[in-house]
C-alpha cells in the first residue's frame, strides 16, 4: 500500500484520488507532483512497478539526449513510434542504409547496425581470403582448422598428442595465421612447429616436407 509522500523515480505521491475502471479493472489513482514541478495523475500499480516515474519529462528529455547520438554504426535520428519492445528509433548506419531499432537494443548493445556488421562477420568466418568457399577450402585453411581442432577438440583422434599434452593454438585467425605463414610452397609441405614442444603461434611455425619434419623430431629427441 502506496503511503503519502513516499517516492518512485521523480514523482512523489501526494494523495489517492479515488478509483477508476479501466479494461475491466479498478485501479487507484493517485495524485502525484514530479521534480519538474507538474503534477500528474497516474495509477498505484504504475508507481509501484516503475512504470511511470515522471510526468513525463524524463522520456522528453531522454529522447533529446539520444538524438544524434551513436551506438556502434548507427546514429540514433528520431523516434519512429512505440511497441511492445518500447520507442523505436530511426537510425542510420555507417554503411549508409537506415533502419528502425527499439531503444532498448540500441542501449544493452545488440543492435549495432543495420545488419551489415553480422553479414560483414559471417563473409569473414566463411569466405576467409577467399579460401574456404564451399568445395573450394584451400590446403591452408585446412592445415588451419586441423591444428586448431587438435588442441582443443578433446573428442578429436589426435587432441592426447597435442591439446592433451598441453600444445596450444595460440592464433586468434585465419588472416593472423595466413599473414604468418603465407601459401604452402608445394603440395609436398604441411604444417610444422619449430620446437615440437612449442604451441602453434607466431614463430614457432612453418610450412616443411616430411624429411624436414622428420630431422626436427630427431633433434628434439636428442
Not at 495509477?43 to 522520456?59: D, F, I, V, W
Not at 544524434?68 to 520507442?87: E, Q, S
Not at 547496425?113 to 559471417?122: D, R
Not at 614442444?197 to 629427441?221: F, I, L, M, S
Given at each position: ?24 479493472q ?16 497516474t ?22 539526449d ?27 548506419c555507417?554503411c ?14 545488440t543492435?549495432k ?10 563473409k ?6 577467399g ?40 592464433f ?51
Open positions: 500500500m502506496i503511503q503519502e509522500n513516499t517516492r518512485f523515480g521523480n514523482l512523489r505521491a501526494v494523495w489517492p484520488v479515488g478509483r477508476q475502471s479501466h479494461g475491466g479498478t485501479k487507484v489513482m493517485w495524485q502525484c507532483v514530479c521534480d519538474c514541478g507538474k503534477m500528474t495523475l495509477s498505484a500499480g504504475n508507481l509501484t512497478t516503475g512504470h511511470t516515474r515522471s510526468c513525463g519529462c524524463l522520456g522528453k528529455k531522454f529522447r533529446k539520444v538524438i544524434g547520438k551513436t551506438f556502434g554504426r548507427l546514429m540514433a535520428r528520431w523516434p519512429a513510434g512505440k511497441g511492445k519492445g518500447g520507442v523505436s528509433w530511426l537510425c542510420s555507417e549508409g542504409k537506415l533502419t528502425v531499432v527499439t531503444i532498448s537494443r540500441l542501449l544493452n548493445g543492435t547496425s543495420c545488419g551489415c556488421l553480422a553479414t560483414e562477420s559471417k569473414s568466418r566463411c569466405v576467409i581470403h579460401q574456404d568457399r564451399a568445395g573450394l577450402r584451400t590446403p591452408e585453411y585446412a592445415a588451419y582448422t586441423q591444428a586448431k581442432n587438435r588442441c582443443e577438440n578433446s573428442a578429436g583422434p589426435k587432441y592426447d598428442y597435442y591439446g592433451g599434452r598441453g600444445i596450444r593454438f595460440k586468434q585467425s585465419f588472416g593472423e595465421f595466413f599473414a604468418e605463414l603465407g601459401k604452402r610452397p608445394a603440395n609436398n609441405y604441411s604444417l610444422d612447429r619449430k620446437n615440437n614442444d612449442g604451441h602453434y603461434e607466431p614463430g614457432n611455425v612453418r610450412w616443411a616436407t616430411k624429411k624436414e619434419q622428420a630431422n626436427n623430431r630427431r633433434k628434439a629427441c636428442r
